[in-house]
């Protein structure tokens, strides 16, 4: 194979390859929703033989052969003469009966964060509604609805991650009690609560969504370790005498950020810890670009809700935090700015 050349390289002109890249945004999404619609990836655990998958799938050989190979340019699919197989990333991620299956999750996602853009003219004219749509509320009924699949999506990283931050901690050794707040199912308050056998876990969140996390906890084995607080976390108390407060992507829902700073401060034993792990919007709110355009048709929408860089920990330190270190991890969604901070005094060994 030859060197490669780039246009540039004889011109000395601008690239405008990042203009063409984004004419490849829509295909690649319209190629994921029809794989996801097919279940694709189910089909080809069973057959590599895209003619036997044709007929199963009632569509057109030739057709599903360029469809196929799209999918191969994607990297969800692999060739080899003239066969089909899944990547490890269809088969972890895109198998209906995968622990880790997002194909729904994605589905939902892709909706959510394309369907205010065809009316991009009208909102840059007029502004947000008045009254936003009804359907995209987040309210406890979309988070019932999301449930199950922010139990693949916590399996499919975000659990481990914040097991593994926990138990890097110098006070892990000495901690008792944890709170996963607006935790969702849960899978990442049992995955810390899993790494030491002293410890017990609650799991913070509104009714419909806490259902969900008690089959977790019962499929898991963990009843008695882990219990469940359910309510409004704005109205309820979410107990107190914890070591360690773990909240991840759902503090746009506090309502006043440093009051309700004020109040993990209180749930906190001395010594305890908030790790914090959101976003972190840098550059004047244009960085990183995974999170300014997945959250874009949110902000024209009006719900502007991502947190700045230093956002909540300058909000905790107001409330009496201390002892502030940063860690940032680069996920599938983007950066995650893990804010660690301490309650001054010590945890009773
Ligand atoms: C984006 S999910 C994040 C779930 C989990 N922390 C994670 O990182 O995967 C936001 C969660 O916040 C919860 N939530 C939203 N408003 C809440 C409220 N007022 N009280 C308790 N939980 C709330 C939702 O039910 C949902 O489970």
Redesign the pocket.
């Known amino acids: 194979m030859g060197n490669t050349v780039r246009l540039e390289d004889f011109s000395g002109a601008l690239s405008y390859a990042p203009l063409t890249e984004c004419l490849l945004g829509p295909i690649r999404m319209t190629l994921l929703d029809a794989a996801i619609e097919l279940k694709i990836a189910d089909h080809l655990d069973e057959s590599d033989d895209p003619d036997v998958l044709a007929a199963r799938l009632g569509v057109h050989p030739q057709n599903l052969r360029f469809f196929l190979d799209g999918l191969a340019a994607m990297g969800l699919v692999e060739k080899k003469d003239g066969r089909y197989a899944n990547t490890r990333l269809a088969q972890e991620y895109l198998r209906t009966t995968s622990d880790t299956y997002l194909g729904e999750l994605l589905t939902d996602l892709g909706k959510m964060q394309s369907c205010e853009l065809p009316q991009l003219m009208a909102l840059l004219r007029d502004g947000p509604p008045e009254k936003a749509d009804e359907s995209r509320q987040?309210d406890?009924a979309h988070?019932r609805r999301?449930?199950r699949n922010?139990a693949r999506?916590?399996r499919a990283g975000?659990a481990r991650m914040a097991a593994e931050i926990a138990a890097s901690l110098p006070e892990f050794p000495a901690m008792r009690r944890v709170l996963?707040?607006?935790?969702?199912?849960g899978v990442?308050c049992m995955e810390i609560v899993a790494s030491k056998p002293e410890l017990e876990g609650v799991i913070?969140?509104?009714p419909a969504?806490i259902e969900v996390a008690r089959e977790e906890i019962e499929s898991r084995g963990l009843t008695g370790r882990v219990t469940c607080c359910a309510?409004?976390?704005?109205e309820i108390d979410f107990g107190s005498s914890y070591d360690l407060i773990w909240?991840?992507?759902?503090l746009y829902?506090?309502k006043g950020l440093q009051d309700f700073m004020g109040r993990l401060f209180q749930g906190l034993n001395p010594g305890g810890v908030f790790i914090s792990?959101h976003e972190g919007l840098r550059n004047e709110r244009t960085g990183p670009a995974q999170c300014v355009l997945a959250r874009l048709p949110c902000a024209l929408e009006g719900r502007n809700v991502s947190f700045a860089e230093g956002e909540v920990a300058d909000a905790a330190k107001a409330a009496g935090f201390a002892g502030h270190e940063k860690r940032v991890v680069v996920s599938p969604f983007g950066e995650i700015h893990v804010d660690i901070l301490r309650k001054p005094g010590r945890l009773a060994a």
């Open positions: 987040f406890e988070w999301s449930a922010l999506y916590q975000l996963d707040l607006g935790g969702g199912p990442v913070c969140d509104q969504v309510g409004n976390y704005n909240a991840s992507h759902n829902f506090a792990a």
